[in-house]
């Protein structure tokens, strides 16, 4: 069965903390990405990676980095959490490929809360 | 890529059939057809993807129009597990891109 697992579920953090957030994939997937939720908004891509070691900015990056060190692990970065980033984390992967589909495995999410 | 309008919100009765519909009549040839659907307190997972063709899965069948302004999404025999928000995306394969851009998608309620 395929496996996309996120370090936490529920997470509460103080404004200004570092915070990091850690995606797991067990499929061999060359894609990952970083989604967040809010009620309202739906669902708003954060930063996607096609390969290691390489990133690039979705619809909402200012406030988030990333890191890829390795093909199975997509880090997301708070540097310095602020009350807006409030919001459940999502992350999902997917192959490569031009068969059209590629579709994409999520997470189960995390909330966080930064107080 | 282009934009997929969904009704906010739709109700059934267990065990009938449901039909979801979407229009995105800025389609363009390169765009797939994807349907997503996000349980409560889950992540989103995949449904069903098409381009030209009806689909059929486990899980649901896909109708496409012939000029496929719009498509639905039918599944069979409603349960209360299918209740969830569905969301119609468009992904255009020939720009290379592997994002996918959700939208507000629609919200089923499964009557008991």
């Known amino acids: 069965d395929v496996k996309v697992t996120q370090s936490s579920r529920y997470l509460v953090k103080r404004t200004g903390e570092k915070v990091f957030l850690e995606c797991v994939q067990d499929m061999d997937h060359e894609n990952m990405f970083w989604y967040r939720q809010d009620p309202g908004l739906g669902l708003r891509l954060i930063y996607f990676s096609y390969d290691v070691k390489m990133k690039e900015k979705g619809d909402i990056p200012e406030g988030y980095s990333v890191s890829r060190e390795k093909k199975e692990r997509f880090s997301l970065i708070l540097e310095s959490a602020s009350t807006n980033q409030t919001s459940m984390y999502l992350c999902?992967?997917?192959?490569?490929?031009?068969?059209?589909?590629?579709?994409?495995?999520f997470g189960p999410g995390t909330r966080l809360t930064v107080t | 890529d282009a934009k997929t309008t969904q009704p906010n919100s739709m109700e059934s009765n267990e065990e009938e059939p449901v039909h979801l519909p979407c229009n995105h009549s800025?389609?363009?040839?390169?765009?797939?057809i994807h349907w997503y659907r996000q349980l409560p307190s889950q992540g989103p997972e995949y449904v069903i993807h098409g381009l030209t063709s009806n689909v059929n899965n486990r899980m649901a069948s896909l109708a496409i129009a012939e000029d496929r302004k719009s498509s639905t999404l039918i599944l069979h025999r409603a349960t209360l597990r299918d209740a969830a928000v569905y969301y119609c995306?468009?992904?255009?394969?020939?720009?290379?891109?592997?994002?996918?851009?959700f939208g507000k998608g629609t919200k089923l309620s499964v009557i008991p």
């Open positions: 995306i468009l992904r255009d394969y020939g720009a290379g891109s592997y994002q996918l851009t």
């Open positions: 999902a992967s997917s192959s490569s490929g031009t068969s059209g589909g590629n579709e994409q495995y």
């Open positions: 800025t389609i363009s040839g390169t765009d797939y």
